[in-house]
């Protein structure tokens, strides 16, 4: 079993930032992909970035240029910085992982893989 527990959401200003953390926990030699989702009150789930167990990224249109997902191993976490926010940036964020492997690290085969584990989702909220 994999844990995952999120941090580091909260309200921002526009244009402001902030950086999600996602701590791993359990079997984590089984994790092969990390990503992030956000999703709306009664909106689908969408990915925003991911990250391969060898560092490949992929990012949403949307973010691409102002959010970066990065994973330190040695401290078993994941982070999402996110720059130049903006008020439509505005959801709850969830950490997941996959064990399954990718071999073309592009968002949409992100977006296709089965992810196994769910953190609880932090708030991230920007105003205008």
């Known amino acids: 079993q994999v844990q995952l527990v999120e941090s580091g959401g909260g309200l921002v200003q526009t244009g402001g930032s902030l950086r999600l953390s996602c701590a791993v926990s359990?079997?984590?030699?089984?994790?092969?992909?990390m990503g992030w989702y956000r999703q709306a009150p009664g909106k689908q789930r969408d990915l925003v970035a991911a990250?391969?167990?060898?560092?490949?990224?992929a990012y949403a249109d949307p973010v691409k240029g102002r959010f970066t997902i990065s994973r330190d191993n040695a401290l078993n976490t994941v982070y999402l910085q996110m720059n130049s926010l903006k008020p439509e940036d505005t959801y709850v964020y969830y950490c997941?992982?996959?064990?399954?492997?990718?071999?073309?690290?592009?968002?949409?085969?992100?977006?296709?893989?089965?992810?196994?584990?769910w953190g609880q989702g932090t708030q991230v909220t920007v105003s205008s």
């Open positions: 997941a992982a996959a064990r399954s492997v990718l071999l073309t690290p592009t968002i949409a085969n992100f977006g296709r893989l089965m992810w196994d584990y």
């Open positions: 990250v391969t167990r060898g560092g490949s990224t």
């Open positions: 359990g079997s984590i030699f089984s994790i092969n992909a």
